[in-house]
């Protein structure tokens, strides 16, 4: 998962007459590739989204397309594998020179911790003495109950920082130290809706250390999702690529099979194509046909996802309703009337 501000950072640095979007996440330029029209220097018909974490690109003009990782490629003079190493690999020397001083202080603060367990100096706490202690307490405890996030997950009120006024989702590893975080808003009108670490910390698994490996493992796309399954089999490929090597770590940690319950809009629809198809029907998941796939029934058809099942429903089991309406890639595929 590529980080919002160094995509926001590569548009600016190599781009002209750069806009985004009011929820920071789509990008407009004149185009890199075909200097875009000659006749009027305002017109500029390039677009980068950033599709949750997995950037891709297009130009309205010469139909240039592909992905952030392509385009990074083109735009540096690179070999794509040299381009994955910049990328993906970490590299703190490297995002250091990209971002700009403001986030080159931010990126030092975080990385320079074995683990992300610093975000709680910026959190309430019940024995805090600031004014507003109760206020923001009652903002994270109507949360939870609204959103029905059972007790065990512990979630946090970041009331100053960087990430300040945003509800702190942690994902925890063996030793109970923060591997990796959200911070979700708070209100609608807060941008981008999700901000993260700008240093991650490898592969971060919700509720690694609690699985069964008797039980299926289900993969949904929200942390939220993953926190209302029951009996801690769910996980979250965190919005972002649900990639092979996502897969292989969930697989060595059950022996049952894994579940994947992706939400029921564009974002979920563009995950399971690239899982069946890949990118430009090239190079597709090479474990797509041993996966279980969740299918809403029929009667929850407004439903988005699994948090708002819960929300909605009366059901108390999800671990169970999910096995029972999940289905073979080949079932799947029929059901679905290719439709995704």
């Given at each position: 998962?590529?980080?919002?501000?160094?995509?926001n950072?590569?548009?600016?640095?190599?781009?002209e007459?750069?806009?985004?979007?009011?929820n920071?996440?789509h990008f407009?330029?004149?185009?890199?590739?075909c200097?875009?029209?000659?006749k009027?220097?305002?017109k500029?018909r390039?677009?980068c989204?950033y599709n949750?974490?997995?950037?891709m690109?297009n130009c309205f003009?010469c139909?240039?397309?592909?992905?952030?990782?392509?385009?990074?490629?083109?735009v540096?003079g690179?070999?794509i594998?040299?381009?994955?190493k910049e990328l993906?690999?970490y590299d703190?020397d490297?995002?250091?020179?990209?971002?700009?001083?403001?986030?080159?202080?931010?990126y030092?603060?975080?990385?320079?911790y074995?683990?992300?367990n610093?975000?709680l100096?910026d959190?309430?706490?019940?024995?805090?003495?600031?004014?507003?202690t109760?206020?923001?307490l009652?903002?994270?405890?109507?949360?939870r109950k609204?959103?029905?996030?059972p007790?065990?997950y512990k979630?946090?009120y970041?009331?100053k920082?960087?990430?300040?006024?945003?509800?702190i989702?942690p994902i925890y590893?063996?030793n109970?130290?923060?591997?990796?975080f959200?911070g979700?808003?708070?209100h609608?009108?807060m941008l981008?809706?999700?901000m993260n670490?700008?240093?991650t910390?490898?592969i971060a698994?919700?509720?690694?250390?609690k699985?069964?490996?008797?039980?299926y493992i289900?993969?949904?796309e929200?942390?939220?999702d993953a926190m209302?399954?029951t009996?801690?089999?769910?996980t979250?490929?965190?919005?972002?690529?649900?990639s092979d090597?996502?897969?292989?770590?969930?697989g060595s940690l059950t022996n049952k099979g894994?579940?994947?319950a992706?939400d029921?809009d564009?974002a979920?629809r563009?995950t399971?194509r690239k899982?069946?198809?890949?990118?430009?029907?090239?190079?597709p998941?090479?474990?797509y046909?041993?996966?279980?796939?969740?299918?809403m029934p029929?009667r929850?058809?407004?439903?988005?996802?699994?948090?708002?099942?819960?929300?909605?429903t009366n059901?108390?089991?999800?671990?169970?309703?999910i096995?029972?309406?999940s289905y073979?890639?080949?079932?799947f595929?029929v059901?679905?009337k290719?439709?995704f």
């Open positions: 998962m590529l980080d919002l501000e160094f995509v950072e590569f548009m600016y640095e190599n781009f007459n750069v806009t985004v979007s009011k920071g996440t407009h330029a004149r185009c890199l590739f200097g875009d029209s000659k009027n220097l305002r500029k390039f677009h989204d949750n974490g997995n950037p690109y003009n139909n240039a397309s592909g992905s952030f990782l392509e385009l990074y490629s083109k540096k690179i070999s594998n040299e381009a994955k993906y690999v703190p490297y995002l250091i020179q990209k971002l700009s001083s403001r986030k080159q202080e931010k030092v603060k975080e990385a320079e074995e683990n992300h610093w975000i100096n959190c309430i706490k019940k024995e805090d003495k600031l004014i507003r109760s206020t923001y009652l903002i994270l405890d109507t949360f609204t959103r029905k996030i007790d065990e979630l946090f970041a009331y920082g960087d990430y300040i006024d945003r509800i989702i590893d063996e109970d130290n923060i591997i990796y959200q979700r808003r708070n609608p009108d981008p809706k999700y670490p700008t240093s910390k490898g698994v919700l509720n690694k250390h699985f069964d490996m008797d039980k289900i993969i949904t929200g942390l939220l209302c399954i009996y801690n089999q769910g979250s490929y965190l919005g972002s690529e649900l090597e996502f897969i292989e770590k969930i894994i579940i994947v992706v029921l564009e979920g563009k399971l899982l069946f198809e890949g990118k430009r029907k090239k190079e998941s090479k474990y046909k041993a996966l279980r796939y969740f299918m029929k929850y058809k407004n439903i988005k996802d699994i948090n708002q099942l819960v929300v909605e059901i108390k089991d999800t671990y169970k309703f096995i029972e309406n073979s890639f080949t079932s595929y059901r679905t290719l439709k």
